[in-house]
């Protein structure tokens, strides 16, 4: 099982496609591929090369949850692997990943109620800056902490996102003042954060978006087959560890979560793990189109 979790299921790549009833009725289609935690080490090149070829799928936006980092020499190839969509419209959070290098850990940290260390460490600093210098350059919206949007398909989209929580980076950002009548009227409000912890899901909601995005679960990473995950690494319940679901009740489109009040929340497990522990079982690697359609 081990040598399957280590050789087989961790490089077995999967591309998810979701469709979400989120536009207004009538709508054209909008395609989002969501991207996270790539972890990308210099040394693969089957995972770079995967990542380059998602540019095929011609999405209209991209949004990217962080965690792309995961070697001091990580910055070349994450630029390399995300340079076919960089001339696609797209948008980015970090994750702790991107600041930090990854450390080796006791596994069984993961079961606690909150598994980040209770003293301060001082990991081996990422080149973070480098890479939202460079994201930034290429056009993509820098989200950290705050609001911006974005032209895409003939439509504007209106972002706004927080910092890491993880590490309790997060600000969430204040609402503007309302539009001037003039100002194009947002089709659709999108939230991005990397770790989907409670308290920013719960702010994303209040603040009105249709769509949340976030990654940092890696699923649970070790699922158990019929049951799922046992961990999320935050206070997400594990039944939303990975995969589309509402926020904070049932989906959108069901009687449950519209007296809910609820949105779309779409958690990635991600494409990669820590190189501290490169395993996955019963949650392949993975990233995902999501073709939003009118409700």
Excluded at 165 to 187: C, M
Aim: glycine letters at 8%.
């Amino acid at each position: 099982m081990l040598a399957y979790a280590s050789l087989v299921e961790r490089n077995w790549y999967a591309l998810r496609e979701v469709t979400v009833p989120v536009l207004p009725p009538g709508a054209s289609p909008l395609r989002v591929l969501h991207l996270s935690d790539l972890h990308l080490t210099p040394s693969q090149r089957r995972k770079r090369d995967w990542v380059r070829d998602l540019a095929g799928l011609q999405p209209d936006l991209v949004v990217d949850t962080g965690d792309n980092i995961a070697h001091a020499d990580g910055l070349r190839p994450v630029l390399d692997a995300l340079g076919p969509l960089l001339s696609t419209p797209g948008a980015f959070v970090m994750g702790s990943n991107d600041y930090f290098a990854p450390q080796p850990k006791n596994p069984a940290r993961y079961l606690r109620a909150d598994a980040r260390d209770a003293e301060p460490v001082h990991p081996p600093r990422l080149p973070s800056g480098e890479l939202a210098a460079e994201l930034a350059r290429a056009g993509w919206r820098d989200l950290t902490n705050t609001r911006d949007s974005v032209e895409t398909a003939g439509r504007t989209v209106a972002l706004v996102g927080v910092d890491d929580p993880h590490l309790d980076r997060d600000r969430f950002p204040v609402r503007p003042p309302e539009a001037s009548p003039q100002a194009p009227t947002p089709a659709l409000r999108i939230g991005v954060t990397h770790a989907p912890y409670v308290r920013v899901l719960d702010a994303m909601l209040a603040d009105g978006c249709d769509l949340i995005l976030a990654g940092h679960t890696h699923g649970g990473q070790l699922a158990v087959p019929f049951y799922g995950a046992l961990v999320t690494n935050c206070d997400l319940d594990r039944g939303r560890a990975k995969g589309l679901h509402g926020w904070p009740g049932a989906r959108p489109d069901t009687d449950a979560g519209r007296a809910a009040r609820s949105t779309w929340l779409h958690v990635s497990a991600g494409l990669g793990t820590s190189p501290y522990a490169p395993v996955r079982f019963a949650c392949r690697p993975e990233a995902t189109l999501l073709t939003l359609v009118g409700r």
